[in-house]
């Protein structure tokens, strides 16, 4: 096992033992399925303990993560403000899964800024805020579903994780790893994904229902965004692909088509970095990828507003869909000489 601080984690257990009302738990806005592994396994493992649990989210989820024990229950923040701020507001604990920056949580921001009980956070993104009062951050880990099996079980909870909570935390970790395709170099990772597995987790049934859920709609919008949306610079080993509101509204698009669209050039021979925009109503989303050591989260806080971790990072940006992928267009030149000697491994 990676080494802890076992102080923080007795020191967690501590606080957990001892907490007389609610623990909420939170992931970031725009949860993907690490954020919602790792709160959904979290709070099975804790109810499972006898603890009273709420899971806020900021705002909605994926549907194809809508079968995971507990999804039913939790509150979508931006749908039930009051009801959210009054659990928050007599709740003892909040745990902030999967974040390091309050910035993170959109609407909830000031709510858990001003929180008077304890906050703990369990997160895997480099260079934390410290908003918490416990923190457990630690970015060599594959994803916080990962690091939430092993706190929990450092804390002494092992009995806890049921099956419900293991589907959670291995969709947790098959998400933030690509399907087993990277940050997986830590055989710790597959240890983990071994132990969920002999709590009888079945990886191809969970694979099918998070990635064999796709519209056809979904479909032909990927196939169009890969032959009209999608540029190679392969003198810079990069790619970006854009989707406009345009294209959204011609193939009906649903929050969370274009998940996953930012990693299809990086399949293509030579190309290590990939950037993915697109436009919403009020901003753009900037998505960015890449293989080896070129650090995305460094270019997404220099350029947009953003971070992340070194091979997965976003941002957003105020402007049009126009100006800028034209403006990373022009950025691939200041970044020649770091994008050829990127190492791959
Ligand atoms: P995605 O491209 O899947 O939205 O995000 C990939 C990773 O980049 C996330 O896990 C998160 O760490 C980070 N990220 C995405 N959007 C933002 C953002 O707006 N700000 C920051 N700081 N990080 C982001
Ligand atoms: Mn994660």
Not at 39 to 61: D, E, M, R, S, T
Not at 137 to 143: L, N, R
Not at 208 to 237: Q, T
Request: glycine share 6%; hydrophobic share 40%; with cysteine.
């Amino acid at each position: 096992m990676k080494p802890f601080n076992t102080d923080n984690i007795k020191q967690l257990r501590a606080e957990i033992d001892k907490l007389g009302g609610t623990i909420v738990l939170v992931p970031h806005i725009n949860p993907d399925g690490d954020a919602i592994g790792s709160v959904l396994g979290l709070a099975n493992i804790l109810k499972n303990a006898g603890k009273q649990v709420v899971v806020i989210v900021p705002n909605h989820f994926p549907e194809f993560l809508k079968w995971m024990k507990g999804s039913e229950e939790l509150v979508v923040y931006v749908n039930a403000r009051e009801k959210a701020q009054k659990i928050i507001a007599e709740a003892a604990m909040i745990c902030c899964l999967d974040f390091n920056h309050l910035s993170r949580t959109g609407e909830m921001k000031e709510l858990i800024e001003n929180f008077e009980g304890q906050r703990v956070m369990i997160d895997h993104h480099p260079y934390p805020q410290g908003f918490a009062d416990l923190e457990l951050s630690h970015p060599d880990y594959s994803s916080t579903a990962e690091l939430v099996f092993q706190v929990v079980k450092a804390m002494g909870y092992e009995q806890y994780i049921d099956l419900a909570a293991a589907e959670c935390l291995f969709c947790g970790i098959m998400t933030d790893t690509g399907s087993f395709d990277y940050n997986v170099s830590d055989p710790q990772t597959f240890n983990t994904v071994s132990e969920l597995l002999a709590l009888g987790v079945n990886p191809e049934d969970i694979h099918g229902r998070v990635f064999d859920n796709y519209s056809v709609d979904r479909m032909r919008l990927m196939g169009h965004c890969l032959s009209e949306c999608m540029e190679v610079f392969p003198e810079y080993h990069a790619a970006v692909m854009y989707l406009s509101k345009e294209t959204k509204a011609r193939f009906n698009y649903q929050k969370g088509d274009n998940e996953g669209f930012v990693n299809m050039p990086l399949s293509i021979k030579d190309i290590h970095f990939s950037a993915f925009f697109t436009e919403n109503d009020d901003q753009i989303k900037a998505s960015f990828r890449s293989k080896g050591e070129f650090a995305v989260n460094e270019f997404a806080t220099a350029h947009f507003n953003g971070g992340g971790h070194r091979n997965a990072a976003g941002g957003e940006v105020f402007d049009s869909l126009k100006a800028v992928v034209d403006r990373f267009r022009k950025l691939l030149p200041e970044y020649a000489e770091e994008l050829k000697r990127t190492k791959l491994d």
